[in-house]
Nanobody, 126 residues
């Protein structure tokens, strides 16, 4: 099982960035795929999640209206389009897969993930 994130880097405040999470080794459609971010000294924060079979999307309050999650089922890739980035969006972004429960539950309980990626660092500068 692998979840591999890419697309992170340095961006100016107000800019945009798209992260990708490539999944392999498990039945993609059976899982909720979520994005979480972490900064040193803090717990993972739920950013967004989606289950391709249902099409429902969930977002953390701090990113609603700015971030969009999407899935390419043919490639087993989940994207996170981030617009109007703020300095507080900086952190290491991980994607994770969770088989049971809703996306809303998953975002509140990152410890329930079945699989994790290693993360990609996003730095938003002023």
């Amino acid at each position: 099982v692998q979840l591999v994130e890419s697309g992170g880097g340095l961006v100016q405040e107000g800019g945009s960035m798209r992260l990708s999470c490539a999944a392999s080794g498990f039945t993609f459609d059976d899982y909720e795929i979520g994005w979480f971010r972490q900064v040193p000294g803090k717990d993972h924060e739920g950013v967004s999640s989606m289950r391709s079979r249902l099409g429902h999307t969930y977002y953390g309050d701090s990113v609603k209206g700015r971030f969009t999650i999407s899935i390419n089922n043919a490639k087993n890739v989940v994207y996170l389009q981030m617009n109007n980035l703020k300095r507080e969006d900086s952190g290491t972004y991980h994607c994770a897969a969770h088989r049971h429960g809703t996306g809303a539950q998953f975002l509140r309980a990152p410890w329930s993930a079945d699989y994790w990626g290693k993360g990609t660092l996003v730095t938003v500068s002023s």
